[in-house]
């Protein structure tokens, strides 16, 4: 139906030592009898849930990603990553969603399920992507048809060049979301280019510059009341030559809703820093000529091998973006004319939101004759307030502005062990776990009524407000890191409550 399979593919045509077919016949014989087992029928009723296969397959993307290492990112863009953008853009039902990059659907399933998330129709949701890459293109359709999503237009070509999804007129299709992580620094060619209308400004074809234009193609490919988001390198904030230019036109048509810095080492096999650029082709008036710039370099969970945003980071970015909101060292709404007369067309995040941390504080005196400087300990006086502990439990006067450990703090571990001990820091702690007792017990009520339901979505919704109504007012973890905990936690048990759903 979708032509995945339309090549011959020979299974056995690697050699193994000596020549040696690598698997038998016998053995594929073997294989074959077994899925024709009538009970190994692989449809949706035989499963736990109806998106088993499609679970296992996202599984298996990952884990032949995390193997390939720089190669794993020409097709899988990491969860964590896609999540955020879909969050930031909050696609609805009834919405043609686009990827011109599209890899292995990411950005589609992940907006397919968000849709669901939210209590709304996926199935009305029409989903559009494209891939230069034959393989690739196969393993996105596969992964559609694994995820059950039928409504999806997945073509095989390079995007810059041509175009494959157009309209009823012959042109390129409009679209009400737009989702993509292209690929950093490549070159293009203008010579076949088809619909050159699309941009506005060209870049230096063999100069590695085609980021701008995979962001002039997703712009053009924008309804009037469109938005967007893509992964861009740094490098596109702030390089001089034609993307300077693009840059200028991207200000004056005013289409600039958000610049995120993303944090470093998420992305398999580079190290370049990136960014989020969010495109929204009708501002409201409050945001006219402005833009909201959010850094979020410093938060993220270290990796071996990869860094990670955690659900906290990704709660705190989107709930600074939909609010607009300007905390200090991370978000700052910013006027198009400060950009355009004191930066001249720059659009280096640090230069409005530095978050550079402040320099560790030295004391010479401290470090010539000891004690600990009052002002240091002073200084950690809002994380004392969480608990309610009197750090007075762990120091003593020394001289004038310096402090000592007592006596009781006889070696570093006492440390710990005196404020685990602490009255009030049981007393919080106590009343933390009280709190979650409770919300528990309606947790478990809800998630008992699910078999006969059918309401997950409003159980979501509504055990994530009742946590934050609960344990905010406890002042020990704000509601972003509270929201993060949740998330974090109600994507390791999806699964199982999709299983509650569908069998009881």
Same mark, same amino acid.
């Given at each position: 139906?979708?032509?995945?399979? *339309?090549?011959?593919?020979?299974?056995?045509?690697?050699?193994?030592?000596?020549?040696?077919?690598?698997?038998?016949?016998?053995?594929?014989?073997?294989?074959?009898?077994?899925?024709?087992?009538?009970?190994?029928?692989?449809?949706?009723?035989?499963?736990?849930?109806?998106?088993?296969?499609?679970?296992?397959?996202?599984?298996?993307?990952?884990?032949?990603?995390?193997?390939?290492? %720089?190669?794993?990112?020409?097709?899988?863009? &990491?969860?964590?990553?896609?999540?955020?953008?879909?969050?930031?853009?909050?696609?609805?039902?009834?919405?043609?969603?686009?990827?011109?990059?599209?890899?292995?659907?990411?950005?589609?399933?992940?907006?397919? #399920?968000?849709?669901?998330?939210?209590?709304?129709?996926?199935?009305?949701?029409?989903?559009?992507?494209?891939?230069?890459?034959?393989?690739?293109?196969?393993?996105?359709?596969?992964?559609?048809?694994?995820?059950?999503?039928?409504?999806?237009?997945?073509? =095989?070509?390079?995007?810059?060049?041509?175009?494959?999804?157009?309209?009823?007129?012959?042109?390129?299709?409009?679209?009400?979301?737009?989702?993509?992580?292209?690929?950093?620094?490549?070159?293009?060619?203008?010579?076949?280019?088809?619909? &050159?209308?699309?941009?506005?400004?060209?870049?230096?074809?063999?100069?590695?510059?085609?980021?701008?234009?995979?962001? #002039?193609?997703?712009?053009? $490919?924008? *309804?009037?009341?469109?938005?967007?988001?893509?992964?861009?390198?740094?490098?596109?904030?702030?390089?001089?030559?034609?993307?300077?230019?693009?840059?200028?036109?991207?200000?004056?048509?005013?289409?600039?809703?958000?610049?995120?810095? /993303?944090? &470093?080492?998420?992305?398999?096999?580079?190290?370049?820093?990136?960014?989020?650029?969010?495109? =929204?082709?009708?501002?409201?008036?409050?945001?006219?000529?402005?833009? /909201?710039?959010?850094?979020?370099?410093?938060?993220?969970?270290?990796? %071996?091998?990869?860094?990670?945003?955690? !659900?906290?980071?990704?709660?705190?970015?989107?709930?600074?973006?939909?609010?607009?909101?300007?905390?200090?060292?991370?978000?700052?709404?910013?006027?198009?004319?400060?950009?355009?007369?004191?930066?001249?067309?720059?659009?280096?995040?640090?230069?409005?939101?530095?978050?550079? !941390?402040? &320099?560790?504080?030295?004391?010479?005196?401290?470090?010539?004759?000891?004690?600990?400087?009052? =002002?240091?300990?002073?200084?950690?006086?809002?994380?004392?307030?969480?608990?309610?502990?009197?750090?007075?439990?762990?120091?003593?006067?020394?001289?004038?502005?310096?402090?000592?450990?007592?006596?009781?703090? $006889?070696?570093?571990?006492?440390?710990?062990?005196?404020?685990?001990?602490?009255?009030?820091?049981?007393?919080?702690?106590?009343?933390?776990?009280?709190?979650?007792?409770?919300?528990?017990?309606?947790?478990?009520?809800?998630?008992?009524?699910?078999?006969?339901?059918?309401?997950?979505?409003?159980?979501?919704?509504?055990?994530?407000?009742?946590? *934050?109504?609960?344990?905010?007012?406890?002042?020990?973890?704000?509601?972003?890191?509270?929201?993060?905990?949740?998330?974090?936690?109600?994507?390791?048990?999806?699964?199982?409550?999709?299983?509650?759903?569908?069998?009881?």
């Amino acid at each position: 139906m979708y032509g995945v399979l *339309k090549n011959n593919i020979d299974f056995n045509a690697g050699k193994g030592k000596e020549g040696a077919s690598r698997i038998s016949d016998q053995r594929w014989k073997d294989l074959l009898d077994h899925f024709n087992n009538p009970r190994f029928v692989l449809v949706n009723d035989n499963f736990e849930f109806p998106d088993l296969l499609g679970a296992a397959y996202e599984y298996l993307i990952k884990y032949f990603a995390d193997s390939a290492g %720089k190669k794993g990112g020409e097709f899988y863009t &990491p969860g964590e990553v896609v999540r955020l953008l879909v969050q930031l853009v909050k696609p609805q039902e009834g919405m043609e969603i686009y990827d011109p990059i599209v890899g292995s659907g990411g950005f589609l399933i992940h907006s397919y #399920q968000y849709v669901e998330e939210q209590g709304q129709n996926p199935k009305d949701l029409h989903l559009y992507g494209q891939d230069s890459n034959g393989t690739v293109w196969s393993i996105c359709i596969m992964n559609m048809i694994l995820h059950n999503i039928n409504n999806f237009t997945i073509e =095989n070509g390079d995007t810059l060049e041509d175009p494959l999804i157009l309209d009823n007129e012959g042109y390129w299709k409009k679209f009400d979301r737009v989702l993509a992580n292209p690929p950093f620094s490549q070159n293009y060619s203008r010579q076949n280019m088809k619909y &050159p209308n699309r941009f506005k400004e060209f870049c230096p074809e063999n100069g590695k510059k085609a980021d701008l234009m995979f962001v #002039q193609h997703m712009i053009a $490919s924008l *309804k009037p009341y469109g938005k967007m988001a893509t992964i861009m390198p740094h490098g596109v904030l702030f390089r001089g030559g034609k993307e300077k230019v693009i840059r200028e036109i991207l200000l004056k048509d005013d289409v600039i809703e958000a610049i995120i810095g /993303l944090p &470093p080492g998420l992305f398999y096999g580079t190290g370049i820093p990136a960014c989020v650029l969010v495109i =929204n082709k009708n501002k409201p008036d409050e945001l006219k000529n402005k833009i /909201l710039f959010i850094n979020a370099d410093a938060e993220y969970a270290e990796g %071996k091998n990869q860094n990670k945003l955690r !659900p906290e980071d990704i709660e705190k970015i989107d709930y600074a973006f939909s609010n607009k909101l300007e905390i200090p060292k991370y978000s700052r709404l910013v006027d198009v004319r400060e950009i355009i007369e004191e930066h001249d067309f720059n659009l280096n995040i640090r230069r409005y939101v530095d978050n550079t !941390p402040e &320099p560790e504080p030295e004391d010479v005196t401290a470090h010539l004759i000891g004690g600990v400087p009052e =002002n240091e300990v002073q200084a950690k006086q809002k994380q004392y307030q969480k608990f309610a502990f009197d750090p007075a439990r762990l120091f003593e006067p020394l001289r004038p502005g310096y402090l000592m450990f007592r006596q009781t703090v $006889s070696e570093k571990q006492r440390i710990k062990e005196i404020i685990d001990a602490d009255e009030q820091v049981q007393r919080t702690m106590d009343a933390m776990h009280n709190l979650m007792g409770e919300w528990w017990q309606t947790a478990q009520e809800e998630f008992s009524c699910l078999y006969q339901n059918n309401n997950l979505p409003q159980v979501r919704s509504h055990l994530l407000v009742s946590l *934050k109504e609960k344990l905010c007012p406890v002042g020990v973890l704000d509601e972003f890191q509270i929201a993060g905990v949740f998330v974090n936690w109600w994507q390791n048990i999806r699964y199982d409550l999709k299983t509650i759903v569908n069998i009881g």
